[in-house]
């Protein structure tokens, strides 16, 4: 099984080693990126705590990271999935979904949880899918360049 791990001192610099494909950089931030961002959080409609982990396949070696961020103060959306990648070694074999399904799990067990948000780049096809595969659908918002989803958990 795979496994996620917190970012911690002993596992960033392997986490910012993970790169997706030439032609998907401009659908995600660096792993270096968001492992800076998460130390401040986000101001956005209020202040996001940001958690960042890793993703590890089942003989412990790093293939992807994701980032979620939580605002129970938000009126719309309590948590929002700020980062997801899968190198570009290991994508196609369900560590994307692997980590979304964590995620979900996740906020499904928190009652302050509401609804999820998450936003991707109107042509990123497999984002998209997988997505919609799991319930989020189109608000019809466009934040910051980006197709805005939303799933409802309660
Ligand atoms: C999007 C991303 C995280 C998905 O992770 P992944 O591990 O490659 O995807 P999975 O293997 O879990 O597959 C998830 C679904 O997408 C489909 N899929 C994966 N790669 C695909 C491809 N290249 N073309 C078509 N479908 C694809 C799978 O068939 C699966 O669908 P299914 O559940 O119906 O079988 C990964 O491709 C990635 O890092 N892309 C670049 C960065 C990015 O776009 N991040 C998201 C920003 S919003």
Known sequence: MPEIRPVLIDNWRELIDLKVR???????????????????????????????FGIYDDEGKPV??????????????????????????????????????????????????????????PQNKVARKLYASLGFEETGRIVDDETEAMLKLR
């Open 64 to 121: 992807g990271f994701l980032m979620y961020a939580v605002n129970f103060s938000h009126p719309t959306h309590q948590a929002f999935i700020q980062r997801l990648m899968v190198d570009e070694k290991f994508q196609g074999r369900g560590y994307g979904k692997f980590g979304m399904k964590w995620m979900l799990d996740l906020f499904h067990a928190d009652e302050r949880i509401q609804a999820v948000g998450i936003s991707y780049a």
């Open 22 to 52: 030439e032609d998907q950089n401009h659908f995600v931030a660096s792993n270096l990126y968001s492992i800076a961002q998460s130390k401040f959080g986000d101001e956005y409609e209020g202040h996001w705590d940001l958690y960042p």
